[in-house]
């Protein structure tokens, strides 16, 4: 830097150079830089000081000197700028929106149509497993010693005349026996539910009639007649409904009392039978719903 002070330049060059030279003189002697600095920064301060301002207001002091009709007006510009483009970028978003708006129920419909066919099939599952462990699973008996003992004369004479008696009596299985000709419900059948094609059933052109004791074997699952049904019309999420309470209450409702049950359909996936049953006028499928162990979804 002290030769480009130190050169020597005639002419327009000469003219260059001195003007470099006198711009840079301040950056060239930075005690000059940093007094002037200190001087004006003094100048700032002392200059509200004298006005009667406090140190800690000279901020504010500053702030308001510096109103302008001109910062006015570009304030008011930049603020109908700042408007005018938030609006357009409003318009823009609620175009998409709008347009979002009519693609995505159907999407969302679908969806939850899917979710609740693979929730429907992991439920059945899941009930048809616990089902098969609790009511086939036997347990283990030991094992007992046999001693063999001919019987005498006599008795072969007693165990021979209560054969033929037993022989001689109808036969009657509890879980077939006959259906009383009484009416369990009122009206017609279609009264108490409706047909929905969404989800998955087969229906029948007449019900099957079942008829006798029931074993409760899961929130929306009974047994009866050497028959694993569920019953029509309503869903019991195990996520949402308490599956334990729900099953102690369809035995107390039940309390080992015959049940008539008319299959409507059966499931496609598991071909498992879905029946409305009844017991003392009172439908069980409905019963469930009201008492909130289960959600109405083809039930009127």
Known sequence: MKEWAQMRVSGFLGFIHKLVMFITWPLRHWKFLLISLLIVAAIVIAVPLISGTKFVE???WYKAKMTHPFLTVLKNNVTNITQSTEQKINESVNSVKDKVEQIA???????AEEENKKEKIRFTAWNVAKFNKTKYQQPKSKKQKITLKSPTFAELKEETASKQEKMAE???NEDEQEAPTKPYYD???ADYYTVRRDLDLIYLTESEKLYGQVDVVGANSLYINNTYIYLYGIYTN???YNEQAARLYLEKLIDNKA?????VAYSVQSQTPTA???IDGKLINQELVDAQYAANIALK
């Not at 129920?105 to 969806?111: F, G, N, S």
């Not at 049940?259 to 299959?263: A, E, N, T």
């Open 105 to 111: 129920p159907e999407i969302i419909k679908t969806e």
């Open 238 to 240: 195990p996520n949402i």
């Open 259 to 263: 049940v008539h049950c008319d299959v």
């Open 170 to 172: 109808p036969i009657i």
């Open 187 to 189: 009206g017609n059948l």
């Open 58 to 60: 000279i901020p504010s």
């Open 276 to 278: 409305l049953c009844f």
